[in-house]
C-alpha cells in the first residue's frame, strides 16, 4: 500500500500524544507517592520512543493519505495504539493479564465504562487518573471522528450535522474547514468539563473526585473511583450535577458550541435531537419510576424516582455510572433502560448506539411507508422539520441499522456458545456495543467484566471497538471493491 509510510508516521504521532498523556500521571505519581511511579515512567519512556521511532522513519514522506488509508488509519489508532496505553496498568499491577488490561483501556477509550477492575478506591491515584484521562480524550476524540470520518461514509458525522439536520447545524453556523470546526467543538468540550468539575467541588467532591468524575461525564464514559461508582457519595446535590452533564454531553457538541457562540438556549430550541432526547429520556424516567413504586422497590414514590432518573439517564446516555444494582429492579425497568441506550443519543455527542436522528429518519420513513400504502400515487418528501432528507441518507440509515442489529445478534450467539446465559450475554453485547457500561445478571451494576473468561472478554472487547467506531469504518475495510476504489 503506498499510504503505509504516511500512516506509520501518523501513528507514531499519536502514540507520542498517549506518552504526553502518561507523563501526566506520572507527574501525579510522584506527588502523591502512590506506588505506580516507575510503572509510569516505563510506561511513558517505552511508549515515546516507539512512538519516535515510528515518527522518525516516516518523517519524510508524503503527508496527503487516501481515503481506504485514512480508514485503515482509525482502526489502527484506536486497535493498536490502545496497547501502548495498556502498560502502565499491566506494570503497576503485576496481576492483571493482557487481555483484561486490554479491555479496560478499550473501554476507557470508546467510552463504555465497563471494567474488569475492584478494589478502585485503593488503586493508585496515578492509575485512577489514566483511566479517566483516556476516557476523556476518547470523548473528544469520539467528537472529532464523528466530525472528520463519517461524512465519507454517508453514515452519519457531519453529512447529517450540517446537511440533513434540520436543527440548529447549518453549513453557515460552524466554522468552514474541518480543522476548524474540530477546534470550535473541542473548545466546547472543555469549557463544559470546566464547569463541571467546579460544579461537582462545589456539591461536595474533592477536586480528585470532581475531576475523575467530570471527565467520566463528558465523555459518557462513567469510570468511577470507587466501586460503589455513584452511589459511593449517597449526594443528591451530586447526582443532580452528573444528570445534568450527561444529558448535555448526549446532545449534540456543535449545538453546545452555537450556544456559547451565540450566548443564547436558541440552539437547542431548534435541535430535533435535544427535543427528540429529552422526551424519551425523562419521559421514561417517569415511567420506570412508576414501576419501582408499583413493585414497592422502594418506600416512597420519590425515592424511586430519584433513583430512577439517575440510573435511567446514566444507561440511556450510554454512560455507565451506578447508584443502586438495578439488576434487581423488575426485568422491564432495567431491559428499559438499555434499550434507550441504542437510540437516545445525538449525532456529535460523545454516547454510542444508533443515535437519535438516526432514530427519527426511521420512524418517519416508517409512518412515510404505510402513508404511501394508503395513499399509492401520492409524492410526499421525507421531512425532518422543514427540512427533506435525501433518499441517499435514509438509504445509508437503514444500511447502518440493519448492519447493527446483526452484529449484535451475532456477538450474542457467539457469547451463547461460549457458554455464557441469555440475559448475561445479551445484556454484556447491548452494554458493549452501545459503549453503555454495566449489563444484568453476572455483569451487572454489583459485579463487573471480570468474571468473564479470556475468549468473552475478547469478544466484548470487539464489541466496543465495532460500536463505537459505527461499524462501517471496520466492516469496510473487508470489502474488496473498498480497495479498488
Given at each position: 500500500?503506498?499510504?503505509?509510510?504516511?500512516?506509520?508516521?501518523?501513528?507514531?504521532?499519536?502514540?507520542?500524544?498517549?506518552?504526553?498523556?502518561?507523563?501526566?500521571?506520572?507527574?501525579?505519581?510522584?506527588?502523591?507517592?502512590?506506588?505506580?511511579?516507575?510503572?509510569?515512567?516505563?510506561?511513558?519512556?517505552?511508549?515515546?520512543?516507539?512512538?519516535?521511532?515510528?515518527?522518525?522513519?516516516?518523517?519524510?514522506?508524503?503527508?496527503?493519505?487516501?481515503?481506504?488509508?485514512?480508514?485503515?488509519?482509525?482502526?489502527?489508532?484506536?486497535?493498536?495504539?490502545?496497547?501502548?496505553?495498556?502498560?502502565?496498568?499491566?506494570?503497576?499491577?503485576?496481576?492483571?493479564?493482557?487481555?483484561?488490561?486490554?479491555?479496560?483501556?478499550?473501554?476507557?477509550?470508546?467510552?463504555?465504562?465497563?471494567?474488569?477492575?475492584?478494589?478502585?478506591?485503593?488503586?493508585?491515584m496515578s492509575v485512577n487518573?489514566?483511566?479517566?484521562?483516556?476516557?476523556?480524550?476518547?470523548?473528544?476524540?469520539?467528537?472529532?471522528?464523528?466530525?472528520?470520518?463519517?461524512?465519507?461514509?454517508?453514515?452519519?458525522?457531519?453529512?447529517?450535522?450540517?446537511?440533513?439536520?434540520?436543527?440548529?447545524?447549518?453549513?453557515?453556523?460552524?466554522?468552514?474547514?474541518?480543522?476548524?470546526?474540530?477546534?470550535?467543538?473541542?473548545?466546547?468540550?472543555?469549557?463544559?468539563?470546566?464547569?463541571?468539575?467546579?460544579?461537582?467541588?462545589?456539591?461536595?467532591?474533592?477536586?480528585?473526585?470532581?475531576?475523575?468524575?467530570?471527565?467520566?461525564?463528558?465523555?459518557?464514559?462513567?469510570?468511577?473511583?470507587?466501586?460503589?461508582?455513584?452511589?459511593?457519595?449517597?449526594?443528591?446535590?451530586?447526582?443532580?450535577?452528573?444528570?445534568?452533564?450527561?444529558?448535555?454531553?448526549?446532545?449534540?457538541?456543535?449545538?453546545?458550541?452555537?450556544?456559547?457562540?451565540?450566548?443564547?438556549?436558541?440552539?437547542?430550541?431548534?435541535?430535533?435531537?435535544?427535543?427528540?432526547?429529552?422526551?424519551?429520556?425523562?419521559?421514561?424516567?417517569?415511567l420506570v419510576a412508576g414501576?419501582?413504586?408499583?413493585?414497592?422497590?422502594?418506600?416512597?414514590?420519590?425515592?424511586?424516582?430519584?433513583?430512577?432518573?439517575?440510573?435511567?439517564?446514566?444507561?440511556?446516555?450510554?454512560?455507565?455510572?451506578?447508584?443502586?444494582?438495578?439488576?434487581?429492579?423488575?426485568?422491564?425497568?432495567?431491559?428499559?433502560?438499555?434499550?434507550?441506550?441504542?437510540?437516545?443519543?445525538?449525532?456529535?455527542?460523545?454516547?454510542?448506539?444508533?443515535?437519535?436522528?438516526?432514530?427519527?429518519?426511521?420512524?418517519?420513513?416508517?409512518?412515510?411507508?404505510?402513508?404511501?400504502?394508503?395513499?399509492?400515487?401520492?409524492v410526499k418528501p421525507l421531512?425532518?422539520?422543514?427540512?427533506?432528507?435525501?433518499?441517499?441518507?435514509?438509504?445509508?440509515?437503514?444500511?447502518?441499522?440493519?448492519?447493527?442489529?446483526?452484529?449484535?445478534?451475532?456477538?450474542?450467539?457467539?457469547?451463547?456458545?461460549?457458554?455464557?446465559?441469555?440475559?448475561?450475554?445479551?445484556?454484556?453485547?447491548?452494554?458493549?456495543?452501545?459503549?453503555?457500561?454495566?449489563?444484568?445478571?453476572?455483569?451487572?451494576?454489583?459485579?463487573?467484566?471480570?468474571?468473564?473468561?479470556?475468549?468473552?472478554?475478547?469478544?466484548?472487547?470487539?464489541?466496543?471497538?465495532?460500536?463505537?467506531?459505527?461499524?462501517?469504518?471496520?466492516?469496510?475495510?473487508?470489502?474488496?471493491?473498498?480497495?479498488?476504489?
Amino acid at each position: 500500500m503506498n499510504s503505509l509510510p504516511t500512516i506509520l508516521h501518523v501513528f507514531g504521532v499519536v502514540t507520542m500524544g498517549f506518552s504526553a498523556l502518561m507523563a501526566t500521571c506520572l507527574l501525579t505519581s510522584l506527588a502523591n507517592d502512590d506506588g505506580a511511579t516507575l510503572a509510569f515512567f516505563q510506561g511513558t519512556s517505552i511508549t515515546l520512543l516507539c512512538g519516535f521511532l515510528i515518527f522518525f522513519v516516516t518523517k519524510d514522506v508524503p503527508q496527503k493519505i487516501s481515503q481506504q488509508a485514512g480508514f485503515l488509519l482509525v482502526t489502527l489508532c484506536w486497535s493498536l495504539a490502545s496497547v501502548f496505553c495498556t502498560l502502565p496498568l499491566l506494570l503497576s499491577l503485576p496481576e492483571l493479564k493482557f487481555i483484561d488490561a486490554y479491555f479496560e483501556v478499550i473501554s476507557a477509550l470508546t467510552t463504555t465504562g465497563a471494567t474488569v477492575l475492584s478494589d478502585l478506591d485503593h488503586l493508585p491515584m496515578s492509575v485512577n487518573l489514566w483511566r479517566h484521562e483516556l476516557t476523556w480524550f476518547g470523548g473528544i476524540g469520539i467528537i472529532v471522528f464523528a466530525v472528520a470520518v463519517l461524512p465519507i461514509l454517508g453514515v452519519g458525522g457531519m453529512q447529517l450535522l450540517k446537511s440533513e439536520s434540520p436543527g440548529s447545524v447549518k453549513e453557515s453556523d460552524l466554522p468552514p474547514r474541518i480543522t476548524q470546526v474540530a477546534k470550535a467543538l473541542w473548545g466546547a468540550y472543555v469549557v463544559i468539563t470546566i464547569v463541571c468539575i467546579l460544579s461537582l467541588r462545589l456539591v461536595g467532591m474533592d477536586w480528585f473526585d470532581a475531576i475523575c468524575h467530570a471527565f467520566a461525564a463528558m465523555s459518557l464514559g462513567g469510570f468511577s473511583t470507587h466501586d460503589k461508582s455513584v452511589g459511593y457519595f449517597n449526594s443528591v446535590p451530586i447526582e443532580m450535577v452528573l444528570t445534568i452533564f450527561q444529558l448535555l454531553s448526549a446532545m449534540n457538541f456543535a449545538t453546545h458550541y452555537l450556544a456559547l457562540k451565540k450566548r443564547s438556549f436558541t440552539p437547542y430550541r431548534k435541535d430535533v435531537e435535544v427535543l427528540g432526547m429529552l422526551t424519551v429520556v425523562l419521559g421514561s424516567c417517569v415511567l420506570v419510576a412508576g414501576v419501582l413504586w408499583h413493585n414497592n422497590t422502594y418506600p416512597s414514590f420519590w425515592t424511586c424516582l430519584r433513583h430512577a432518573t439517575f440510573n435511567l439517564v446514566t444507561v440511556a446516555t450510554t454512560s455507565g455510572f451506578t447508584t443502586q444494582d438495578f439488576n434487581l429492579w423488575p426485568i422491564f425497568a432495567s431491559m428499559w433502560m438499555l434499550f434507550l441506550s441504542s437510540i437516545s443519543v445525538s449525532t456529535g455527542s460523545t454516547g454510542g448506539g444508533i443515535r437519535m436522528i438516526r432514530t427519527i429518519i426511521l420512524m418517519k420513513q416508517a409512518r412515510l411507508e404505510m402513508f404511501k400504502f394508503i395513499h399509492p400515487y401520492a409524492v410526499k418528501p421525507l421531512k425532518i422539520g422543514r427540512t427533506v432528507v435525501s433518499e441517499s441518507i435514509v438509504t445509508s440509515v437503514t444500511g447502518f441499522i440493519f448492519l447493527y442489529f446483526m452484529c449484535i445478534v451475532f456477538l450474542v450467539f457467539t457469547l451463547l456458545f461460549s457458554g455464557l446465559d441469555f440475559i448475561t450475554a445479551f445484556t454484556a453485547i447491548i452494554a458493549c456495543f452501545n459503549n453503555a457500561g454495566p449489563g444484568l445478571n453476572l455483569v451487572g451494576p454489583a459485579s463487573n467484566y471480570s468474571i468473564l473468561n479470556d475468549f468473552q472478554t475478547g469478544i466484548c472487547t470487539f464489541a466496543m471497538l465495532l460500536g463505537r467506531i459505527q461499524i462501517f469504518s471496520i466492516v469496510i475495510l473487508f470489502i474488496p471493491e473498498f480497495w479498488k476504489k
